[in-house]
Protein backbone atom coordinates (compact mmCIF):
# COMPACT_ATOMS: atom_id res chain seq x y z
CA UNK A 1 0.00 0.00 0.00
CA UNK A 2 1.37 3.69 -1.12
CA UNK A 3 1.47 5.70 2.29
CA UNK A 4 1.89 9.41 2.58
CA UNK A 5 5.85 10.62 1.94
CA UNK A 6 7.54 10.66 5.48
CA UNK A 7 7.45 14.05 6.72
CA UNK A 8 3.95 14.82 5.41
CA UNK A 9 0.25 14.05 6.01
CA UNK A 10 -3.40 14.29 4.44
CA UNK A 11 -5.50 16.96 6.40
CA UNK A 12 -9.03 15.28 6.26
CA UNK A 13 -12.56 16.64 5.91
CA UNK A 14 -12.93 16.72 10.20
CA UNK A 15 -9.62 18.62 10.60
CA UNK A 16 -10.35 21.44 7.81
CA UNK A 17 -12.73 23.80 9.97
CA UNK A 18 -9.90 24.38 12.35
CA UNK A 19 -7.54 25.10 9.63
CA UNK A 20 -10.39 27.15 7.76
CA UNK A 21 -10.86 29.12 11.29
CA UNK A 22 -6.90 30.01 11.14
CA UNK A 23 -6.91 31.24 7.80
CA UNK A 24 -10.16 33.10 7.41
CA UNK A 25 -9.11 34.64 11.10
CA UNK A 26 -5.74 35.75 9.32
CA UNK A 27 -7.58 37.75 6.30
CA UNK A 28 -9.50 39.19 8.60
CA UNK A 29 -7.28 40.16 10.88
CA UNK A 30 -4.60 41.18 8.39
CA UNK A 31 -7.20 43.20 6.35
CA UNK A 32 -8.12 45.47 8.96
CA UNK A 33 -4.14 46.23 8.62
CA UNK A 34 -4.47 47.05 5.35
CA UNK A 35 -2.63 44.02 4.24
CA UNK A 36 -3.34 42.32 0.94
CA UNK A 37 -3.23 38.25 -0.21
CA UNK A 38 -0.59 36.79 -2.63
CA UNK A 39 0.28 34.04 -4.16
CA UNK A 40 3.84 33.03 -5.20
CA UNK A 41 4.75 29.91 -6.93
CA UNK A 42 6.00 26.79 -4.76
CA UNK A 43 9.53 26.60 -6.34
CA UNK A 44 11.33 29.38 -7.38
CA UNK A 45 15.01 29.26 -9.52
CA UNK A 46 17.55 28.18 -6.17
CA UNK A 47 19.85 31.44 -6.97
CA UNK A 48 16.70 33.10 -5.44
CA UNK A 49 16.86 31.18 -1.96
CA UNK A 50 20.57 31.45 -2.28
CA UNK A 51 21.53 34.95 -2.33
CA UNK A 52 18.48 35.65 0.00
CA UNK A 53 18.47 33.04 2.82
CA UNK A 54 21.91 32.69 2.78
CA UNK A 55 23.91 30.10 1.25
CA UNK A 56 25.94 28.87 4.45
CA UNK A 57 22.55 28.62 6.33
CA UNK A 58 20.94 25.52 7.23
CA UNK A 59 17.88 25.80 5.14
CA UNK A 60 19.79 26.26 1.91
CA UNK A 61 23.04 24.29 2.69
CA UNK A 62 20.62 20.70 3.95
CA UNK A 63 17.30 21.31 4.00
CA UNK A 64 16.07 22.73 0.50
CA UNK A 65 14.63 20.47 -1.85
CA UNK A 66 16.13 21.34 -5.08
CA UNK A 67 16.16 19.54 -8.33
CA UNK A 68 17.11 20.08 -11.91
CA UNK A 69 14.48 20.51 -14.48
CA UNK A 70 14.56 19.07 -18.10
CA UNK A 71 15.98 22.36 -19.35
CA UNK A 72 18.76 22.14 -16.88
CA UNK A 73 17.64 24.95 -14.90
CA UNK A 74 18.36 24.69 -11.32
CA UNK A 75 15.00 24.52 -9.52
CA UNK A 76 13.93 24.71 -5.40
CA UNK A 77 10.87 24.13 -3.50
CA UNK A 78 9.96 27.46 -1.28
CA UNK A 79 11.28 26.72 2.11
CA UNK A 80 10.27 30.13 3.06
CA UNK A 81 7.96 32.78 1.35
CA UNK A 82 9.65 36.70 2.00
CA UNK A 83 12.36 36.10 -0.71
CA UNK A 84 9.74 35.08 -2.96
CA UNK A 85 7.44 37.89 -1.91
CA UNK A 86 10.45 40.31 -2.19
CA UNK A 87 11.26 38.93 -5.75
CA UNK A 88 7.61 39.23 -6.76
CA UNK A 89 7.96 43.31 -5.46
CA UNK A 90 10.63 43.87 -7.66
CA UNK A 91 9.00 42.11 -10.72
CA UNK A 92 6.25 43.76 -11.10
CA UNK A 93 7.55 46.90 -9.55
CA UNK A 94 5.14 47.17 -6.72
CA UNK A 95 7.18 50.53 -5.38
CA UNK A 96 4.90 52.03 -7.72
CA UNK A 97 1.99 51.43 -5.72
CA UNK A 98 2.35 53.38 -2.91
CA UNK A 99 5.54 54.26 0.07
CA UNK A 100 4.49 51.18 1.81
CA UNK A 101 2.92 47.84 0.17
CA UNK A 102 1.73 44.97 2.51
CA UNK A 103 1.31 41.66 1.39
CA UNK A 104 0.09 38.68 3.38
CA UNK A 105 0.59 34.87 2.37
CA UNK A 106 -0.76 31.35 3.48
CA UNK A 107 -0.15 28.02 1.52
CA UNK A 108 2.64 24.87 2.04
CA UNK A 109 6.56 25.11 2.19
CA UNK A 110 9.12 22.42 2.10
CA UNK A 111 12.07 21.60 4.33
CA UNK A 112 13.97 19.03 4.76
CA UNK A 113 14.24 18.39 8.05
CA UNK A 114 13.59 15.83 11.04
CA UNK A 115 9.78 15.22 11.61
CA UNK A 116 8.66 16.18 15.06
CA UNK A 117 5.57 17.25 16.86
CA UNK A 118 4.37 20.37 15.10
CA UNK A 119 7.26 20.28 12.48
CA UNK A 120 7.09 18.38 9.00
CA UNK A 121 8.95 18.52 5.33
CA UNK A 122 6.03 19.59 3.93
CA UNK A 123 4.49 22.54 6.53
CA UNK A 124 1.99 25.49 6.40
CA UNK A 125 3.02 28.89 7.13
CA UNK A 126 0.85 32.38 7.32
CA UNK A 127 3.22 35.47 6.65
CA UNK A 128 2.84 39.43 5.81
CA UNK A 129 5.43 41.64 4.91
CA UNK A 130 5.42 45.35 4.79
CA UNK A 131 8.00 46.48 2.18
CA UNK A 132 8.35 50.22 1.51
CA UNK A 133 10.86 53.85 1.61
CA UNK A 134 11.01 53.81 5.15
CA UNK A 135 12.58 52.23 8.10
CA UNK A 136 10.10 53.92 11.09
CA UNK A 137 9.76 51.30 13.54
CA UNK A 138 6.11 52.48 14.07
CA UNK A 139 5.74 50.14 10.94
CA UNK A 140 7.87 47.18 13.27
CA UNK A 141 5.37 47.79 15.76
CA UNK A 142 2.16 47.54 14.10
CA UNK A 143 3.19 44.39 12.36
CA UNK A 144 3.64 43.00 15.55
CA UNK A 145 0.59 44.46 17.15
CA UNK A 146 -1.19 42.39 14.60
CA UNK A 147 0.30 39.02 15.22
CA UNK A 148 -0.73 39.91 18.54
CA UNK A 149 -4.37 40.80 17.91
CA UNK A 150 -4.34 37.72 15.16
CA UNK A 151 -3.05 35.34 17.96
CA UNK A 152 -5.68 37.10 20.37
CA UNK A 153 -8.18 36.86 18.61
CA UNK A 154 -7.82 32.80 17.96
CA UNK A 155 -7.62 32.76 21.41
CA UNK A 156 -4.19 32.08 21.78
CA UNK A 157 -3.39 33.78 25.30
CA UNK A 158 -0.60 31.52 26.90
CA UNK A 159 1.94 33.35 24.63
CA UNK A 160 5.03 35.64 25.28
CA UNK A 161 6.88 38.01 22.69
CA UNK A 162 10.69 38.12 22.53
CA UNK A 163 12.06 41.62 21.05
CA UNK A 164 16.13 42.08 19.76
CA UNK A 165 17.89 43.28 17.69
CA UNK A 166 20.72 42.04 15.55
CA UNK A 167 22.16 45.38 14.16
CA UNK A 168 23.09 46.35 10.81
CA UNK A 169 25.97 45.70 8.33
CA UNK A 170 28.15 48.26 10.42
CA UNK A 171 27.64 47.37 13.70
CA UNK A 172 27.15 43.70 13.14
CA UNK A 173 30.89 43.30 11.70
CA UNK A 174 32.28 43.67 15.26
CA UNK A 175 29.77 42.22 17.51
CA UNK A 176 30.99 39.01 15.41
CA UNK A 177 34.29 39.40 15.96
CA UNK A 178 33.80 40.05 19.43
CA UNK A 179 31.67 36.85 19.76
CA UNK A 180 33.94 34.93 18.08
CA UNK A 181 36.40 36.12 20.79
CA UNK A 182 34.14 34.93 23.70
CA UNK A 183 33.37 31.92 22.44
CA UNK A 184 36.90 30.41 21.02
CA UNK A 185 38.12 28.88 24.48
CA UNK A 186 34.54 26.87 24.12
CA UNK A 187 33.87 25.90 20.35
CA UNK A 188 36.03 22.75 20.82
CA UNK A 189 33.58 21.19 23.24
CA UNK A 190 30.45 22.51 21.35
CA UNK A 191 28.69 20.42 19.49
CA UNK A 192 29.20 20.05 15.96
CA UNK A 193 26.71 22.45 14.45
CA UNK A 194 28.15 25.28 16.62
CA UNK A 195 31.83 24.43 15.74
CA UNK A 196 30.64 24.44 11.52
CA UNK A 197 28.66 27.82 12.51
CA UNK A 198 31.49 29.28 14.34
CA UNK A 199 33.75 29.42 10.93
CA UNK A 200 30.83 30.51 8.64
CA UNK A 201 27.94 32.14 10.29
CA UNK A 202 28.95 32.77 14.32
CA UNK A 203 25.60 34.76 15.04
CA UNK A 204 23.75 31.26 14.45
CA UNK A 205 25.98 29.64 17.35
CA UNK A 206 23.17 31.77 19.57
CA UNK A 207 20.08 30.00 17.70
CA UNK A 208 21.53 26.65 19.27
CA UNK A 209 19.37 24.60 21.23
CA UNK A 210 21.60 21.77 22.35
CA UNK A 211 21.23 21.87 26.16
CA UNK A 212 25.05 20.95 26.75
CA UNK A 213 26.11 24.52 24.61
CA UNK A 214 23.72 26.64 26.71
CA UNK A 215 25.83 27.56 29.78
CA UNK A 216 28.86 28.76 27.11
CA UNK A 217 26.05 31.01 24.65
CA UNK A 218 24.82 32.64 28.16
CA UNK A 219 27.77 34.08 28.64
CA UNK A 220 28.65 35.34 24.94
CA UNK A 221 27.63 39.20 24.45
CA UNK A 222 24.61 40.33 24.04
CA UNK A 223 24.51 41.90 20.51
CA UNK A 224 21.96 44.79 21.67
CA UNK A 225 25.40 46.47 23.94
CA UNK A 226 26.68 46.51 20.18
CA UNK A 227 24.48 48.16 18.27
CA UNK A 228 26.04 51.56 16.34
CA UNK A 229 23.86 54.69 17.43
CA UNK A 230 21.71 54.02 14.89
CA UNK A 231 20.37 50.99 15.31
CA UNK A 232 20.43 51.57 19.07
CA UNK A 233 17.84 54.73 18.13
CA UNK A 234 15.91 52.27 16.23
CA UNK A 235 15.31 49.77 19.03
CA UNK A 236 14.71 51.86 21.49
CA UNK A 237 11.74 53.48 19.18
CA UNK A 238 10.57 50.46 18.70
CA UNK A 239 10.29 49.86 22.17
CA UNK A 240 8.68 53.11 23.08
CA UNK A 241 5.75 52.47 20.12
CA UNK A 242 5.40 48.78 21.87
CA UNK A 243 4.57 50.52 25.20
CA UNK A 244 2.64 52.84 23.85
CA UNK A 245 0.46 50.64 22.63
CA UNK A 246 0.21 48.32 25.63
CA UNK A 247 1.95 45.04 24.04
CA UNK A 248 4.28 43.85 26.80
CA UNK A 249 7.45 42.05 25.56
CA UNK A 250 10.57 40.37 26.92
CA UNK A 251 14.13 41.77 25.94
CA UNK A 252 15.84 38.65 24.89
CA UNK A 253 19.56 39.60 23.75
CA UNK A 254 20.47 36.52 21.82
CA UNK A 255 17.61 36.08 19.75
CA UNK A 256 18.54 35.68 16.00
CA UNK A 257 16.93 34.88 13.31
CA UNK A 258 18.05 32.06 11.19
CA UNK A 259 17.92 33.36 7.56
CA UNK A 260 20.94 35.67 6.72
CA UNK A 261 18.95 38.83 5.43
CA UNK A 262 17.24 39.64 9.09
CA UNK A 263 18.63 43.47 10.31
CA UNK A 264 17.09 45.62 13.38
CA UNK A 265 14.27 44.50 14.98
CA UNK A 266 14.18 40.65 15.48
CA UNK A 267 11.49 38.88 17.24
CA UNK A 268 9.52 35.44 18.20
CA UNK A 269 6.41 34.63 20.09
CA UNK A 270 6.21 31.56 22.10
CA UNK A 271 3.07 29.46 23.31
CA UNK A 272 3.12 27.69 26.84
CA UNK A 273 1.04 25.03 25.67
CA UNK A 274 3.61 23.97 22.81
CA UNK A 275 6.38 22.14 25.11
CA UNK A 276 10.44 22.95 24.67
CA UNK A 277 10.00 23.90 21.02
CA UNK A 278 7.59 26.75 21.77
CA UNK A 279 7.87 29.27 19.21
CA UNK A 280 4.73 30.33 17.20
CA UNK A 281 5.94 32.61 14.87
CA UNK A 282 8.45 34.75 14.67
CA UNK A 283 9.60 37.63 12.14
CA UNK A 284 11.93 40.72 12.08
CA UNK A 285 13.57 43.20 9.36
CA UNK A 286 15.29 43.19 6.47
CA UNK A 287 16.54 45.98 5.30
CA UNK A 288 18.88 45.62 1.82
CA UNK A 289 17.09 42.77 0.90
CA UNK A 290 15.87 44.60 -2.54
CA UNK A 291 18.53 45.24 -3.02
CA UNK A 292 19.91 42.07 -2.71
CA UNK A 293 18.05 40.94 -4.93
CA UNK A 294 18.41 42.96 -8.14
CA UNK A 295 15.99 45.72 -7.31
CA UNK A 296 15.92 49.18 -6.08
CA UNK A 297 16.75 50.25 -2.42
CA UNK A 298 13.72 49.58 -0.16
CA UNK A 299 12.91 48.66 3.40
CA UNK A 300 10.96 45.51 4.76
CA UNK A 301 9.73 43.85 7.84
CA UNK A 302 7.70 40.63 7.93
CA UNK A 303 6.44 37.57 10.00
CA UNK A 304 5.87 34.00 8.94
CA UNK A 305 4.16 31.27 12.07
CA UNK A 306 3.86 27.66 11.28
CA UNK A 307 0.25 26.73 10.74
CA UNK A 308 0.77 23.54 12.23
CA UNK A 309 2.37 24.74 15.40
CA UNK A 310 -0.77 27.21 15.73
CA UNK A 311 -3.00 24.10 16.14
CA UNK A 312 -1.60 22.72 18.59
CA UNK A 313 -1.29 26.01 20.90
CA UNK A 314 -5.18 26.67 20.15
CA UNK A 315 -6.88 26.27 23.41
CA UNK A 316 -9.26 23.30 22.73
CA UNK A 317 -12.52 25.48 22.59
CA UNK A 318 -11.51 26.70 19.40
CA UNK A 319 -12.48 23.22 17.76
CA UNK A 320 -15.06 23.94 15.47
CA UNK A 321 -16.93 21.04 13.97
CA UNK A 322 -17.49 21.42 9.80
CA UNK A 323 -21.14 23.28 9.06
CA UNK A 324 -24.20 20.48 9.30
CA UNK A 325 -26.62 20.28 6.53
CA UNK A 326 -29.50 21.74 6.41
CA UNK A 327 -31.42 18.62 4.78
CA UNK A 328 -31.35 15.41 4.50
CA UNK A 329 -33.98 14.06 2.03
CA UNK A 330 -34.85 10.46 2.25
CA UNK A 331 -36.94 9.41 -0.76
CA UNK A 332 -39.01 6.10 -1.49
CA UNK A 333 -39.13 5.00 -4.67
CA UNK A 334 -37.87 5.61 -8.50
CA UNK A 335 -40.38 8.24 -8.62
CA UNK A 336 -39.76 10.12 -5.04
CA UNK A 337 -36.01 10.01 -6.18
CA UNK A 338 -36.24 12.15 -9.41
CA UNK A 339 -37.95 14.53 -7.02
CA UNK A 340 -35.47 14.40 -4.70
CA UNK A 341 -32.70 15.29 -6.82
CA UNK A 342 -35.01 18.07 -7.96
CA UNK A 343 -35.78 19.48 -4.72
CA UNK A 344 -32.19 19.48 -3.85
CA UNK A 345 -30.96 21.05 -7.07
CA UNK A 346 -33.69 23.84 -6.49
CA UNK A 347 -32.32 24.13 -2.61
CA UNK A 348 -28.78 24.34 -3.35
CA UNK A 349 -29.04 27.01 -5.76
CA UNK A 350 -30.75 29.12 -2.56
CA UNK A 351 -27.12 27.99 -0.90
CA UNK A 352 -28.40 25.10 1.66
CA UNK A 353 -26.18 22.15 2.35
CA UNK A 354 -28.68 19.29 1.16
CA UNK A 355 -27.96 15.53 1.45
CA UNK A 356 -29.48 12.69 0.07
CA UNK A 357 -28.42 8.67 -0.68
CA UNK A 358 -28.10 7.07 -3.95
CA UNK A 359 -28.83 3.43 -3.02
CA UNK A 360 -32.55 3.12 -2.15
CA UNK A 361 -33.05 1.83 1.68
CA UNK A 362 -35.94 1.42 4.63
CA UNK A 363 -37.05 4.80 6.24
CA UNK A 364 -35.78 3.76 9.24
CA UNK A 365 -32.26 4.02 8.06
CA UNK A 366 -32.69 7.03 6.20
CA UNK A 367 -33.30 8.54 9.26
CA UNK A 368 -30.88 7.00 11.12
CA UNK A 369 -28.62 8.76 8.59
CA UNK A 370 -29.92 11.97 8.60
CA UNK A 371 -29.29 11.92 12.14
CA UNK A 372 -25.67 10.64 11.98
CA UNK A 373 -24.77 13.54 9.47
CA UNK A 374 -26.52 16.19 12.20
CA UNK A 375 -28.80 17.39 9.24
CA UNK A 376 -31.44 20.06 11.08
CA UNK A 377 -33.94 18.53 9.26
CA UNK A 378 -35.10 15.93 7.42
CA UNK A 379 -37.86 15.44 4.40
CA UNK A 380 -39.68 12.76 3.49
CA UNK A 381 -40.87 12.08 -0.29
CA UNK A 382 -42.98 8.80 -0.73
CA UNK A 383 -45.83 7.52 -3.05
CA UNK A 384 -48.34 9.54 -0.49
CA UNK A 385 -46.07 12.90 -0.55
CA UNK A 386 -46.04 12.19 -3.99
CA UNK A 387 -49.90 11.95 -4.39
CA UNK A 388 -50.96 14.62 -2.00
CA UNK A 389 -48.14 16.74 -3.48
CA UNK A 390 -47.29 17.83 0.19
CA UNK A 391 -43.44 16.75 1.48
CA UNK A 392 -43.35 15.68 5.41
CA UNK A 393 -40.34 18.04 6.72
CA UNK A 394 -39.24 16.89 10.24
CA UNK A 395 -37.58 19.07 12.65
CA UNK A 396 -34.17 16.67 13.62
CA UNK A 397 -34.02 18.49 16.81
CA UNK A 398 -37.49 18.63 18.29
CA UNK A 399 -39.07 15.89 15.75
CA UNK A 400 -41.96 18.04 15.37
CA UNK A 401 -43.07 17.26 11.12
CA UNK A 402 -45.43 19.15 9.03
CA UNK A 403 -46.83 18.61 5.87
CA UNK A 404 -45.74 21.49 3.54
CA UNK A 405 -45.84 22.03 -0.50
CA UNK A 406 -42.42 22.25 -1.96
CA UNK A 407 -42.94 25.70 -2.31
CA UNK A 408 -43.52 26.22 0.94
CA UNK A 409 -40.62 24.11 2.19
CA UNK A 410 -38.46 25.42 0.06
CA UNK A 411 -39.69 29.27 1.60
CA UNK A 412 -39.05 27.93 5.36
CA UNK A 413 -35.89 26.60 4.25
CA UNK A 414 -34.57 29.21 2.71
CA UNK A 415 -35.61 32.06 5.67
CA UNK A 416 -33.72 29.02 7.80
CA UNK A 417 -30.73 30.14 6.65
CA UNK A 418 -31.28 33.78 6.91
CA UNK A 419 -28.78 35.75 8.90
CA UNK A 420 -30.63 36.53 12.12
CA UNK A 421 -31.91 32.57 11.52
CA UNK A 422 -28.20 31.28 11.74
CA UNK A 423 -27.42 33.40 14.32
CA UNK A 424 -30.10 31.48 16.46
CA UNK A 425 -28.31 28.01 14.92
Known sequence: ??????GTFDI??????????VEETARAVFRCYGYREIRTPIFERTELFARSVGEETDIVAKEMYTFTDRSGERLSLRPESTASVVRAYIQHKMWTWGSVVKLFYMGPHFRYERPQKGRFRQFHQIGAEAIGHTDDPAIDAELIEMVEEYLERLGVRERALFLNSVGCAQCRPAYVRRLKEALAGAIPRMCENCRRRYEVNPLRILDCKVEDDQP??????????????ACAAHFEALRRHLDARGIAYRIAPRLVRGLDYYTRTAFEITGARLGAQNAIAGGGRYDGLSELLGGPPAKGIGFALGVERLLLALPEEAAVADEAPDLYIAYLGEAARQHAFRLARRLRREGLIV?????????RRLMAQADRVRARYAVLIGEDELAAGRYTLRD??????????????VQKLVASRSPSASASR
Do not use: N
Open 1 to 6: MIQTVR
Open 216 to 229: FIERAPALVDHLCS
Open 355 to 363: LYDFEERRL
Open 396 to 409: MRTGAQEALSEDAL
Open 12 to 21: LPDELPRWRL
